[in-house]
Structure formats: C-alpha cells, structure tokens
C-alpha cells in the first residue's frame, strides 16, 4: 500500500539555523500539506500546495516558513531561522483531490528539536 | 469557525470492554469528520470518515462512528477493546472554507488494561 514519506524521523539543530524537511507524498496524489504538533499541544495545519502553489496557510506559516515541489517526488518544509518554539512534531500529508470525500494519508512524522 | 472538541483527554478500558471516545463537532456548513488515530512513534492513520452518506460509519479494526446532526457528536465506538487500540485517537474536521484543511481536536490518550 502506498504511503507517505518523511526525512530525517528526527533534527537537532541549533537557535537560528535553516533546516528542510522533506516528504515524499503519495505518487499519484495531487495535494500536500504540512501539519506540526508541538508536544503536549494539538496537531495544527501549517500550509496547503496544490499546482506548485500555496492554496492555503494559516497564521502560523510566516515569513520564515517555505514549502518547495523541487521535483516531481519531494515535497520540502524550509524552515529559516529556526527558533525554540518551532519544536515539535511535523507531519506532512497528501491527498489525491480536495473537498468531501478526499482523505489527507500522512506520513511518520519528523521531530525538530531546536536547542 | 469550524472545529471539534474532544471530551475527554484520557480513557481507560478493560481488555474486551466496550470503548467511548466522544466529539463533539462545530460547523456551519455540513461538516465532513474523521477520527485518526497515533500508535506511539508512528504517523497519523484514518479509522474512519463522515462525508454525508451513511450516519453509522464503520471503519478499520472494528471502530465505527456515528453522526448525530441534533446533538452535534461523533462519538467513536468499538464493542471490544484489544490492548492493541491503545493509541491516541484524535477527532478532526475539515473546514471547507479554508481549502478542507484539517482542524483536530487535541486527542484522546486510550489506555486498555489487562
């Protein structure tokens, strides 16, 4: 069955450094996005991608986040300057289409830990 | 604003009793529902989703879910709980005016005793 794929499982990295998260969503699906759970806290949406574009991203998704397509598998979180609080869980997610009925299947997870 | 509530961070279980975990929904618009559940150091997997078809919705490993418009729930179900369901599980709405992204609840930690 295929699933969604997420590199490293795990980033230590320090106060102020770039760090890239990358996923390989599911061949055929169209749709990807980028969710984080900070422990102890909910799972929070970031962003949506559709056609090499943001669709949609929430007010946590600042100036110091970027999502890339770089080529026609990956699908990559940039995070900047990274800060302490961007530590946490973040997981990426693909769906085929959008709206009623579209599953979003996610990957593993990987977990930032910024010192 | 679409969103869900979970009503209760932690439940416990006998092996072979049945499981509640309830959720209650807010939306206005006809909402579509899931519940997801984490298995410790794993990734997100679907149990189960609402889209305005069958209000009884059964999902994988003997869960299902039921869609109550009057009392606005959608409580998660299972007649007997295996100590494999220890997981936790998170209700979770897609908010069709922001591109169906996601919004979760902040989960249900199951734990299933011997």
């Known amino acids: 069955e295929p699933e969604v794929t997420q590199t490293p499982s795990h980033q230590v990295t320090q106060m102020g450094q770039e760090v890239i998260l990358r996923c390989v969503p599911i061949s055929n699906h169209l749709y990807f996005y980028w969710y984080r759970q900070i422990l102890g806290q909910k799972v929070e949406f970031l962003v949506s991608f559709y056609n090499n574009e943001i669709s949609e991203k929430s007010e946590i998704f600042d100036d110091q986040f970027s999502v890339e397509r770089p080529d026609g598998s990956n699908f990559t979180l940039k995070i900047r300057s990274t800060k302490l609080e961007d530590s946490a869980m973040y997981f990426c997610?693909?769906?085929?289409?959008?709206?009623?009925?579209?599953?979003?299947?996610f990957g593993p997870g990987t977990r930032l830990t910024v010192l | 604003a679409q969103s869900v509530t979970q009503l209760d961070s932690h439940v416990s279980v006998s092996e072979g009793t049945p499981v509640l975990l309830r959720c209650n929904y807010s939306s206005s618009y006809s909402p579509s529902l899931f519940w997801y559940v984490q298995h410790p150091n794993k990734g997100l997997q679907l149990l189960l989703k609402?889209?305005?078809?069958?209000?009884l919705v059964k999902g994988i490993n003997g869960f299902e879910a039921e869609f109550k418009k009057s009392e606005t729930s959608f409580h998660l179900t299972k007649p007997s709980a295996h100590m494999s369901d220890a997981a936790e599980y998170f209700c979770?709405?897609?908010?069709?005016?922001?591109?169906?992204?996601?919004?979760f609840g902040k989960g249900t930690s199951l734990l299933v005793t011997p």
């Open positions: 609402y889209t305005s078809a069958a209000t």
């Open positions: 997610a693909s769906s085929a289409g959008q709206g009623i009925g579209h599953t979003q299947y």
């Open positions: 979770v709405v897609s908010v069709a005016n922001s591109g169906y992204a996601l919004n």
